[in-house]
């Protein structure tokens, strides 16, 4: 008799790398794109764009990198600390947290004589893996990384921006406000729409919320510049 199992493919998995490599990406862009072209509405040349696009991408990226570093250093010292205290009720108080955990698991709809088996086989087991899995919500996927962070925010974000700077580059002068606006959107909306497929989300609603605010952004920015007239 043949067995058949039910494949389930989530994607969950890929839920922190993907909002930090878009977030990366999206930053790059939008940034980048909207400094060029506030300083392209205020008649700079070509060299003075590609300075302005080259800081702003050095910038950004170092930027990205220290922001995201201490953001995830300060979640990880914040699940360290939760997971010592864990490690001292366990030490002192084992009879008071397998009853906490069973109640967690009541509380899902388990029945309450389940529940402590459950509980109770999973201390055995690793305690202080359970507590921290179902009481605290933290998981070794999800387990803040402050390094691996900093570093693919620095590294998406530069890649993000240096579309905007190739465009600037290759882009005849008489069209660069025109080229910067049309492909930065492209690359926009490709990469929403990527992202969008990564995790599973409607492609056309990700496109949309992603060329709508891009947009904005870059027209307001423009519109600054071309309003002073100056390169700031």
């Known amino acids: 008799m043949s067995r058949h199992y039910h494949s389930e493919h989530h994607r969950n998995d890929r839920i922190g790398w993907l909002r930090a490599a878009v977030l990366g990406a999206n930053d790059g862009i939008i940034s980048t794109a909207c400094l060029m072209l506030g300083v392209a509405a205020a008649n700079a040349d070509r060299s003075e764009l590609l300075v302005a696009g080259v800081a702003a991408l050095v910038a950004g990226a170092m930027s990205m990198a220290a922001g995201e570093y201490v953001s995830v250093s300060s979640q990880s010292d914040t699940e360290q600390a ?28 388990v029945a309450p004589e389940l529940a402590m ?44 921006a240096a579309l905007p700077l190739v465009t600037a580059l290759i882009a005849p002068p008489s069209m660069l406000i025109a080229s910067l606006t049309a492909t930065s959107l492209l690359f926009l909306i490709a990469l929403g729409m990527l992202a969008a497929k990564a995790g599973g989300a409607p492609l056309l609603r990700a496109a949309v919320r992603v060329g709508f605010w891009g947009a904005l952004a870059m027209g307001i920015t423009a519109g600054i510049g071309k309003l002073f007239g100056t390169v700031v």
């Open 82 to 109: 939760d997971l010592e205290r864990e490690r001292v009720e366990l030490r002192d108080q084992p009879a008071a947290e397998q009853r906490e955990l069973a109640s967690i698991y009541t509380a899902r709809g």
């Open 117 to 160: 088996q459950v509980a109770q086989q999973l201390m055995t087991h690793d305690a202080l893996s359970a507590h921290a899995r179902d009481e605290l919500g933290i998981h070794d996927t999800s387990a803040a990384q402050p390094v691996q962070a900093a570093i693919a925010s620095a590294l998406t974000f530069s890649a993000g």
